[in-house]
């Protein structure tokens, strides 16, 4: 039973920012791509971030690219987005999930996700 476990997010007024953090006790994630999604209401999940496994390679949804920024920290076993800029049609549930690879959008492991409310 693998756990991820988000914290950060929160309110903040639109143009603001945001950080979001993405942590496990089982899985080393040196070893997993590591992706970022949200889901707002009436809306489809949305993969907005991904990094990989072995090159840390990057990449981003085009609605966040230049205002949103991941990264891992191989000595805390964190996986964080900085999200900058935000708008409020971005208000969303986001949640962190690991997989083999950042090419798929059904990853093997979820958080419970973290709110995301940005207002006008």
């Known amino acids: 039973q693998v756990q991820l476990v988000e914290s950060g997010g929160g309110s903040v007024q639109s143009g603001g920012s945001l950080r979001l953090s993405c942590a496990s006790a089982q899985i080393t994630f040196d070893y997993y791509a590591v992706g970022w999604f949200r889901q707002a209401p009436g809306k489809e999940r949305e993969k907005i971030s991904c990094?990989?496994?072995?090159?840390?390679?990057?990449n981003y949804a085009d609605s966040v690219k230049g205002r949103f920024s991941i990264s891992k920290d191989n000595t805390k076993n964190t996986v964080s987005l900085q999200m900058n800029s935000l708008e409020p049609g971005e208000t969303a549930v986001y949640y962190c999930?690991?997989?083999?690879?950042?090419?798929?959008?059904?990853?093997?492991?979820w958080g419970h996700g973290k709110q995301v409310t940005v207002s006008s």
């Open positions: 999930g690991a997989g083999p690879r950042c090419d798929e959008d059904e990853f093997e492991y």
């Open positions: 990094i990989s496994s072995n090159d840390d390679g990057t």
